[in-house]
């Protein structure tokens, strides 16, 4: 049973960097694509990272490119959203997703987590 678990979510000021992690606590398998969305208040779930197991291509979308970066640790079954001069627009939940078709679409992802705020103050 897959369960994916974020946390690191919080209220920074715009600017400052955060961390977001989650981890894969349930089945036995990696899967070969993690990826992160955020869904903003009235608006469409949005795709933020994703990442290819085995160190393959990394994907951002155009608003949080060069400011986040993606990673995973395989051991801890764990990815990870490194965050880099936040902004109030980047106020967001952000989902943590598993699966192994590659893509930038909520669809492309059969398993989701159930998101950490983050509030970015200006």
């Known amino acids: 049973q897959v369960q994916l678990v974020e946390s690191g979510g919080g209220l920074v000021q715009a600017g400052a960097p955060l961390r977001l992690s989650c981890v894969d606590s349930?089945?036995?398998?990696?899967?070969?694509?993690m990826a992160w969305f955020r869904q903003a208040p009235g608006k469409e779930r949005e795709f933020v990272a994703a990442?290819?197991?085995?160190?393959?291509?990394?994907a951002y979308g155009m608003s949080v490119q060069g400011r986040f970066i993606i990673s995973r640790d395989n051991l801890k079954r764990t990815v990870y959203l490194q965050m880099f001069n936040l902004k109030s627009e980047d106020t967001a939940v952000y989902y943590c997703?598993?699966?192994?078709?590659?893509?930038?679409?909520?669809?492309?992802?059969?398993?989701w987590g159930q998101g950490t705020q983050v509030t970015v103050s200006s």
């Open positions: 990442n290819r197991l085995g160190g393959g291509s990394n």
């Open positions: 997703a598993a699966g192994d078709q590659w893509g930038t679409r909520t669809l492309d992802y059969p398993f």
């Open positions: 349930g089945g036995t398998r990696t899967h070969v694509n």
